[in-house]
T-cell receptor, first 115, second 114 residues
């Protein structure tokens, strides 16, 4: 069974600075996908970034990037130049290929951005 | 907006009531999902539908009854709920079958059972 662990229930960052959110996962699959989702106070869950496990290159989306360490089963999210609009719950999730496509989520990290 | 809508956004119901949650996706996806989000717990997958067929029932009590009449619509029928069923219920859709497609979420229905 897959598990996803986010060890930081809450994090805070100053506006314009950089913050890293941690995520570890456990899976016996060799082919899987990892995601970071953002859930602002408005509650709409939005995909931030995705990473295919077979790709060694870390995914990047504008100010968001990941540090994917496959051997360590670590998938952290780095937010650069933090903005007030980045304040939200951030969920790490994994998905294995084939069959019912079940996303397994971590408990989330609440990010506060201080002006 | 993610292309997935949910109604109602808020619902308060008594334990003896019957109500339904509705989800609609405008993305041409073929897989739809119901999740339950409770405070301080990870999102819990409830049901998965691929091409209108239920492919996953994650040990959900029978007081929750899903219905998927077509690939664009998903319902969750509720009856004789318990206070512990109060939560945010999220619907999602994806282009299933590829194993790599991300899921797009609706805004959720905040359910309170009194």
């Amino acid at each position: 069974a897959q598990t996803v662990t986010q060890s930081q229930p809450e994090m805070s960052v100053q506006e314009a600075e950089t913050v890293t959110l941690s995520c570890t996962y456990d899976t016996s699959e060799s082919d899987y996908y990892l995601f970071w989702y953002k859930q602002p106070p408005s509650r709409q869950m939005i995909l931030v970034i995705r990473q295919e496990a077979y790709k060694q290159q870390n995914a990047t989306e504008n100010r968001f990037s990941v540090n994917f360490q496959k051997a360590a089963k670590s998938f952290s999210l780095k937010i650069s130049d933090s903005q007030l609009g980045d304040a939200a719950m951030y969920f790490c999730a994994s998905l294995t290929q084939g069959g019912s496509e079940k996303l397994v989520f971590g408990k989330g990290t609440k990010l506060t951005v201080n002006p | 907006e993610t292309g997935v809508t949910q109604t109602p956004r808020h619902l308060v119901m008594g334990m003896t009531n019957k109500k339904s949650l509705k989800c609609e996706q405008h993305l041409g996806h073929n897989a739809m999902y119901w999740y339950k989000q409770s405070a301080k717990k990870p999102l819990e997958l409830m049901f998965v539908y691929n091409f209108k067929e239920q492919t996953e029932n994650n040990s959900v009590p029978s007081r929750f009854s899903p219905e998927c009449p077509n690939s664009s619509h998903l319902f969750l029928h509720l009856h004789t709920l318990q206070p512990e069923d109060s939560a945010l219920y999220l619907c999602a859709s994806s282009q299933g079958g590829t194993g790599k497609a991300e899921q797009y979420f609706g805004p959720g229905t905040r359910l309170t059972v009194t």
